[in-house]
Structure formats: C-alpha cells, structure tokens
C-alpha cells in the first residue's frame, strides 16, 4: 500500500470562480454512456514545461498504443494565446521528460529505443526550435534520467546508474568480447525490490553526471561523472549562478530501521566534495533554489515522537549556506503541500510533479496544496508565511509551470468530468483553457459530475464522500450500489476523473466513495485517528455512509456491493468479516494477514507506524487486525483481482489466501489474476488489462446485485468460452 500526502486549508472554495466547465460546457448532450474500451481512446497530458518567452507550452501527450497493449509518449507543444491546436514536436513512441534551454532555443527530452524487440535505456536527445531531427546526446548503458539545464545552456546535469564495470562491457563489447553475467542474487537487505521495478541492484547507485553541449552536430561530447559512492543521489537543480548542484540524498545504508531521513546535499558543478545543506529530523523533499541563490525552498515531513503512520508534507525555507535551519513557512496550515489524488486517471507514463517554485523577486513560494477533495495552487509569502489562493475551485490541479518571472503560469486540470487539460492562470485566478485534449471522444460520451455529501459517523465525525449517479439517475428509484474504497489508506477520493465510477454509474449502478478517517486532506488530527487501529472505525465511518445513501433514497439496501484496492482491498476483506449485508464484493490487490504481509510486501515495518512492533512481538493485534483471523464469519460472494507482479502486496499474502479460504468453507468466489501486472494495474498497467479489470468487477456485481445470468464464473465454463480459450 501507498502513503500518500494530504492537506486541509480551512477555506470555502468558490467553483464558479473558474472558467473550468464543471461539464462539456459549448457542447450539445452527449449521445451515450462511456464504456470501460473508452479508455483506448483515452488521451493524457503529463509533464508540462513552459518556454522561458511564455509563448508555448512543452508536455508529453500519452496514448494507448496501436495493439493496446502498453502506451505511446511523444513531445507536443501549445501555444498560451490560446488560439492553436496543440502540434506535435517529437513522434514518440517512448519520448518524455521535455525541457527547455534558458534561451527558448533547443528542447531536450528522454528518448528510448528498442532493440530486439526490447525498450532499451533512455538517453537525451536535443532538437532544435529552427527545425531539423532530434540528436542523441547520450548513450550511456544504463541511460540517462532527470536532466536538468545549467543556468547558461551551455551543460546539461541528469541522473544515470551507470557504473565503471559497465562501461569496460560495453568497450569490451565493442571489440566482439562479451562476458556471462550471472542472473544469482545475493540479498543482504530487508528491503531489495520494489512494486513495479523489480529488484534493486545495489552496485548501481543513481549518481550525478554532466554533459556539456557540442560545438557542432558532429561532435559528441563525454559524459562526466559528478558524484560517486554506495548511496544513490536524486535530481540535480543548478544554483542560480551554475557552481552547485544541490540534490537530496538519504545516506543510511539500512534506512528502514528508523523514520523517513532525507537530507539536502550540493555538490560543485565541476565536480568535487559533497557538502550537507540542510537536515531535519525528517525528510527533504523536492526543492527550488531562490533567484538570488540565498535561500532554498523544500517540501519535507517532520518525525513526531512517538511515530505516526501519517505525516503532512509542508513546505520550509531554509539558508543555501551549509548548517541552516529549516523553517516551515506556515506551521498552522494543517494541510499536505503536494498533488495526487486517488484515482485511475493520472498519466499512465512520463508524469512528474513539480517542486515548488519561486516569485521572480523572491518574496514568495508558489507549491500545490491538497484540501478536502481538492489541489489547488497556493502562494506562500516568504517573510510571514500567509498563504493566498492562486487558484480556486473543485478540482485538481496535477501540476504546474511558469516562465522564469512567473508573469505565466499554466496549470494541468482534472475534474470529475474531465481527464486532464492545460489552462493558463489569469491575474483574478480564473484558468483559460489551453487545450481540451479529449474533445472528440468526450462530446460523444455522457458524463455526470458526481454529487458531494457531507455526513455524520457513528461518534458524530463527519465524513466527505462523493456519488456518482447513473446520468439518468431517478430519485425515485432505489439503485444497487456499489462502495468503493481507496486504499492508501493515508489518500483521498476527490475533484479528479475517475473512469471506474463513471462507468459503473453509465452501467447502472450508485456509486458512494468516501473519505473515511485516516484519509488524507484533512488534517493531521483525522489522518492519525486510524493508528494501530487500522481496520477499525474507518469500516464503522463506510457503513455510516452506506447507511446515509439508504436513508436518502438512492440505494437499495438488499442490492449492495463492496470493492476497494489496496489499503481499499484489505478494508474490503474487512467488511466481510464484520457484516453480511453486502451482496458481493470485489477485493483487489488485498491483505488476508497482516502477519504475512509484514514479511513478504516490499516495504517494511520495521518502525512501530501501523504496528507496535514485529508479529511475534504482539500475535494478538497482527491477528485481531487480519481479515482471514474472522473468514469463518463471511457468507458474501467474493472475488479476488491480483497482479502476479504486485510486490506492494503479493498475492501470497492476500488474494490467495482468501481465495483457498472461502474455498474450504464453499463461499462463491473466484480469483482473477493479471500475468506480469503490478499494484499499478488499475493506474498504469496494460491497457487491455484495465479493461478486462473492470468487466470482471461488474459481471460478479452484475450476477450478485441485478441477477443477471453469467456463467464464466462456473467450476466448468460453457462449452463455448472453454473452444474460445482454445483458439
């Protein structure tokens, strides 16, 4: 599972502010409902990069490939008048990260090949805004990553993991001499791989290189290593004068034996000794450094003592001089500094948040803040830390960009009805719309935004959620519903698109997803209360919202389903332990025992957030907290989504158990497992996948909750599925 950050600013937000439609405003009705194959058509926008003239702005356009089976990236460009449609720059399909020289001039962007049929590393290309075809600037054997222009475009600095021994292969190589490597590996460490990378290689440490630009298309310059060692570095960002790179660094060889630990490092550009910044007991977040050098700007969270299990990010100041202190700009702004919502919509490829940036004079930090159900961005003045809305309204602003002086700034949208456009922020905060880049397919589709309710948990908190109705939803009719659950579970439901409720509301069904406590983006108080008691109140804060959408008129109550992922899948394993009512349910990327988790998911707890201690220490609450401790309790047909390839939570852990459980007692269940899919699945994995995905949650609602007739679920297929299979 996934901590995530989260923020509350105690402020109303005034969505009619906003020139964001909160629907297809200028287009007629919608002729039909979307389907879950409209996501091959889906188009993302991620990793916009304003010019430094203000004129266009860079961003990678994402699409699903041709044999939709993965997704194609390639640089486009929009012009911030407004009045041009987007254009291509690059063709892809696996072209990202695109950035501009201090002068306007040349755009470089990551660029990676294939070879044999297989992606090969990224390397940086430069193309030039004259005209003419992209040239390679790199071709490290394990690429390139994070690259970052010098103040005088004449250096670029980026991140690779290339180390001496690869380069002697590859000389060797060169010369017709391969050597066998071996595929054996030694694990010394608790933690040595990670959900959707695999496992970590120790002997290849992310370190700092520059590469200076050639005199002419001819040349091609050498890369130069900046940082060594056994610790891997993060981005580099130049000091405003080109002498430093500053970039963080966790240096603890074995850091899961104490809280989050991030420092601030600089390093001269020309190469030399590593000098510490700035420290706190914390971690260092992304950063910007002010226009006079003086000051460094950072996103970090504080270690509270004793531990929590969710710490808000808040943004602090600190000296570039080494041996600061950090100061948290408006320590009472209980709120997260950062984006991401839950959802299954944010660019599947090449997405990247922005640090916080600064005003052209210094005064101020611009930085996105979450806050119950929306990110928007703020201002936070450098000397007193007020902090002043700089954009407005229900939504979530994914990320930004500005030119150097900050007169422009251009923003990445989501709503509940759109997927992600770009907008340019005006003087008065209203957003002028920059592209709408899903215009064709949106215009045919029926989109509802879904209906925000505020209502009262069992011990009077009260509790956000949002329903989706189906767009022709009837208020005098009772719906099946189906409560969906985010995971995290320190994350949050909110103002951003989510095709899995639009669509199961366009099948017919209510959709209710809350925000029950220990969700993040209100508060550190409410994002806390669910601390070694995790499943706890949080079901009681979801069968309270069940309860409200019953009492409202919405919901049948014999026709209810459950399903959530991830902190959502073992939340949902949990609901059927302690109750009966629900009809079917959905666990997908789970946790059956907590005991099993603790050793086998590819992070540890090692310090006492979720739990006190290690499972042999305290049996009791492992159990008491474990869903498969109660399965001798559950009637509910349930069905099991896995990805074999999900280290988060492995299926060994989760799905599998439940499955052979409800096996033994004869409870209707089924497991639906996804070959090479990560905890990302519903997020970023294969684009069929996806779909599949969400047909076989709605057929096992469909059977349980509105009786259809199915039978791919059968101990024996019919006969014709079992000939398809064969074909």
């Not at 991030?262 to 002010?290: H, I, Q």
């Not at 004793?306 to 408006?330: C, D, I, M, W």
């Not at 590819?602 to 201690?613: A, M, N």
Request: with cysteine; proline share 8%; hydrophobic share 35%.
């Amino acid at each position: 599972m996934k901590r995530r950050v989260a923020f509350l600013v105690l402020v109303v937000l005034v969505s009619c502010a906003l020139r964001v439609p909160s629907a297809r405003a200028g287009i007629a009705r919608a002729t039909r409902p979307i389907t879950e194959k409209d996501l091959f058509r889906f188009v993302w926008i991620a990793d916009p990069q304003m010019s430094p003239d203000g004129s266009r702005v860079a961003f990678v356009r994402v699409t699903v490939n041709s044999k939709r089976d993965g997704y194609d990236t390639a640089i486009w460009t929009v012009a911030t008048s407004g009045q041009e449609a987007p254009q291509p720059l690059t063709h892809g399909p696996r072209d990202s990260a695109p950035r501009w020289s201090p002068d306007g001039a040349t755009l470089l962007f990551l660029r990676s090949g294939e070879k044999e049929g297989k992606p090969q590393p990224a390397q940086i290309y430069l193309l030039s805004m004259a005209g003419g075809e992209p040239r390679a600037l790199t071709s490290l054997p394990k690429g390139a990553e994070g690259p970052s222009w010098s103040p005088d475009g004449k250096t670029i600095a980026f991140l690779s993991r290339t180390n001496a021994q690869d380069l002697a292969k590859a000389e060797k190589k060169g010369k017709g001499e391969e050597e066998r490597e071996s595929d054996v590996r030694v694990i010394t460490r608790a933690v040595y791989r990670l959900n959707g990378a695999g496992y970590f290689d120790f002997t290849r440490p992310a370190h700092i290189w520059t590469v200076a630009l050639p005199a002419s298309t001819e040349d091609q310059p050498k890369p130069r290593q900046i940082t060594f060692g056994d610790f891997s570095e993060g981005e580099p960002v130049w000091s405003p004068d080109g002498a430093l790179l500053y970039f963080t660094s966790n240096r603890v060889l074995e850091p899961y034996y104490q809280p989050p630990s991030a420092a601030l490092y600089s390093v001269p550009s020309g190469g030399g000794e590593m000098v510490k910044v700035a420290a706190m007991d914390g971690a260092v977040g992304s950063f910007a450094p002010s226009p006079d050098g003086k000051t460094i700007a950072f996103r970090g969270e504080i270690n509270h003592r004793p531990l929590r299990s969710y710490e808000q990010q808040h943004l602090f100041v600190t000296t570039a001089a080494p041996g600061g202190t950090a100061r948290n700009l408006a320590p009472g702004l209980d709120t997260d500094v950062g984006a991401g919502l839950a959802g299954d919509q944010h660019a599947p490829r090449a997405g990247h948040l922005a640090p916080p940036a600064w005003s052209a004079d210094g005064s101020a930090v611009l930085a996105l803040v979450q806050e119950k159900g929306t990110v928007n961005l703020r201002r936070f003045e450098a000397a007193d830390g007020r902090v002043e809305p700089v954009t407005r309204g229900n939504q979530e602003v994914i990320t930004f960009t500005a030119t150097p002086d900050r007169k422009k700034i251009a923003v990445l949208v989501s709503t509940p009805v759109s997927i992600g456009d770009l907008f340019l922020v005006q003087d008065d905060g209203s957003l002028a719309r920059l592209t709408d880049i899903n215009h064709d397919l949106f215009a045919e589709l029926d989109l509802t935004p879904p209906e925000e309710v505020w209502y009262k948990s069992f011990d009077g908190t009260m509790i956000e959620t949002w329903v989706q109705k189906p767009p022709d939803f009837d208020p005098a009719k009772k719906y099946p519903l189906i409560l969906d659950i985010h995971g995290g579970p320190h994350a949050a439901y909110g103002y951003g698109f989510d095709h899995e409720f639009q669509w199961m509301a366009a099948k017919g069904y209510v959709v209710l997803y809350p925000n029950p406590r220990g969700s993040s983006t209100y508060g550190e108080k409410f994002g806390n209360i669910i601390q070694y008691r995790y499943p706890g109140d949080d079901y009681k804060d979801l069968m309270a919202g069940v309860d409200e959408l019953i009492r409202r008129g919405y919901a049948d109550p014999q026709r209810l389903g459950v399903t959530g992922g991830s902190g959502g899948g073992i939340l949902t394993n949990w609901t059927i332990t302690q109750t009966t009512r629900f009809a079917a349910a959905v666990a997908q990327r789970s946790i059956a025992d907590w005991s099993a988790f603790w050793g086998d998911a590819d992070f540890t707890l090692f310090t006492p957030t979720w739990f006190k201690g290690a499972p042999w220490e305290d049996p009791a609450d492992f159990a008491a907290r474990s869903p498969i401790t109660h399965i001798a309790k559950v009637k509910t047909p349930l069905m099991l989504i896995e990805g074999e390839a999900d280290l988060r939570c492995p299926p060994a852990s989760g799905g599998e158990m439940m499955f052979r459980a409800l096996k033994y007692l004869k409870v209707p269940t089924a497991m639906i497992r996804f070959p090479g899919e990560s905890h990302e699945l519903s997020r970023s994995g294969q684009p069929w996948h996806r779909v599949e995905r969400l047909e076989h949650i709605l057929n096992w609602f469909d059977i349980y909750l509105q009786g259809k007739q199915m039978h791919l679920y059968d101990l024996v297929p019919p006969q014709e599925t079992a000939q398809a299979g064969e074909r």
